[in-house]
């Protein structure tokens, strides 16, 4: 028996069902930067849950006033950071900034008087404006520190939100799936929520050191503005591969300004740091927390840099840590029927070598 062919109403409820995917699709992708901020925002109630936590635990308290006291904790440990080194780090980014362009441009004068230096520098200017010298790099970064601001501020705001009622936007978040897969889409969201938890308190663990360690190295050899330039490096950290490469490049070429043997004394610094961050910080935190294979989250840094932008860079980490948890439970265990350790689900099981 033949099937009958579809009527012009169900080519036309078809055709405006592709349209309104399509409108959709759009209009996610013009509102990007919101979603990422979004998610920039779940990482911030994480923690701020993570906290909250153990103060409920201990005080007795409702949750709320534990979330009350974690946000008056995180404030108070930003205002005693502030008021300890608030001003000697303004003054050294000052400072940072202000002697930038001059080293890059003394730096610049040094390059040409080779004659590879100069070729290097030719072809720097004919690839094109994008290209273009530092100091209009810079400018660009100062131009967007005022949209920095605003999105962090949204980024703390949605996160008291989110830490506040976590449960209502599960909910709502649940009722946009099929109900026969809202308990794999519930078990997932339990899952990253974990290993989100358990991937941050280990990044800061590992920001923090770098950041001491950099800034006491660079201050042992006499560098220019060495707690500025260490707390670079900390911040830089959260964005793996690529973030301490560029927190390295204006300590270095500060160094390199004021004579080539503390440009090596520097590099040095930075290396052996690094390596340390390497071979004894990270191993020593992935111990208790999560632990990504560093080929993974190399690509995907590359990858959803290239294709998110700016904010895919700084986010690539802990969305990679999502799209991790989601393949190995949906995919892998689930539509694969084959066993996989899911991160942050099976955080507390011990490791097969």
Known sequence: MSERPPSLRDFTLRVLVLLALVVLALFLWRVLDVLLLGFASVLAAILLRALAEPIARRLGVPDGVALGLAVLLVLALLGAVLWLFGAEVASQATQLIDQLPRAWEALRQVIERSQLGAMLLAGMKEAGPNLGPLLTQLSHATAATSGALVGLLLVAFGGVYL???????????????????????????????????????????????????TGLGLWLIGMPAPLALGLLAGLAEFVPYVGPI?????????????????????????????????????????????????????????????????????????????????????YVRETLDTPVQVPGQDAAQPRAD
């Open 246 to 330: 560029a927190a390295a490049l204006p300590g270095l070429l500060l160094a390199l300004t004021l004579g080539p043997e503390l440009g090596l004394y520097a590099l040095a610094v930075y290396v052996v740091v690094q390596q340390l961050e390497s071979n004894v910080i990270t191993p020593l935190v992935a111990r208790r927390m999560l632990e990504l294979p560093p080929a993974l989250v190399l690509f995907s840094v590359v990858a959803l840099g290239l294709v998110l932008g700016p904010l895919g860079l700084v986010l690539a980490a802990p969305l990679t840590v999502v799209l991790a948890v989601a393949v190995a439970q949906l």
């Open 163 to 213: 830490a506040g009622n976590p449960g209502l936007y599960r909910r709502g978040l649940l009722k946009l799936f099929p109900r026969a897969a809202r308990t794999q889409v519930d078990a997932v969201i339990d899952s990253s929520g974990q290993a989100l938890r358990l991937w941050l308190v280990g990044q800061l663990a590992v920001m923090v050191a770098v950041g001491l360690l």
